[in-house]
């Protein structure tokens, strides 16, 4: 499985899916959520209502997967990332299984190629150098990857595009 680090808008991005950073309601919301239910357009939002329909929120650490809509990706994997609040093992836990479990759908689904951003970093407030051994180490880590051709970690700033290719390139 191939790494790569680079420093764009992830709903330009064309792989086969996107993950979005989402939150519990999977209705959309600010930075990269916002971002990807505006450029998907209603598709997105539709396939989520539906999840919630059946199955109601989606809870911090978990993962759903939707059409990308007029995204350039085929899917989206809507995970919800931990608040920091005063952190801990427990919100370092739950980051690194928004990890695992986009993974896990990514391989339910064929996908072969992923993109992630910066999950929790921006108004959810992890550090982000915590956050980016989080996600790198959990993916490297991660159990059945031979099915997955190549994971994208999609920096948005310059901050957390710098410490993640200084992670990637140890």
């Known amino acids: 499985m191939k790494l790569k680090v680079i420093q764009s808008d992830i ?8 993950v979005n950073a989402a939150n ?3 209705l959309g919301g600010g930075g990269v959520d916002g971002a990807i239910h505006r450029k998907g357009g209603a598709e997105i939002l539709e396939a989520c209502r539906k999840i919630r329909a059946t199955q109601g929120n989606c809870k ?7 059409t990308a809509g007029k995204l350039p990706a085929i899917y989206v994997i809507h995970t919800v990332g931990p608040v920091w609040n005063k952190g801990g093992k427990e919100k370092e836990s739950l980051l690194k299984k928004c ?31 915590l956050a980016a051994k989080i996600a ?4 490297r880590n991660f159990e059945e990857p031979s099915q997955i051709d190549e994971v994208t970690f999609v ?8 410490l993640y290719k200084k992670i990637v390139e140890k």
Not at 136 to 139: D, G, L, M
């Open 60 to 66: 911090v650490g978990e993962a759903v997967i939707t």
């Open 24 to 26: 519990t309601s999977l």
């Open 99 to 129: 990890y695992i479990n986009s993974l896990k759908l990514a391989i339910e689904n064929n996908i072969k190629t992923i993109a992630f951003p910066n999950i929790s970093t921006g108004i959810y407030k992890f550090p982000k150098e």
């Open 155 to 162: 920096c948005f700033d310059e901050e957390n595009f710098e």
């Open 136 to 139: 790198i180490e959990t993916v």
């Open 11 to 18: 709903t330009t991005i064309q792989v086969d899916a996107i």
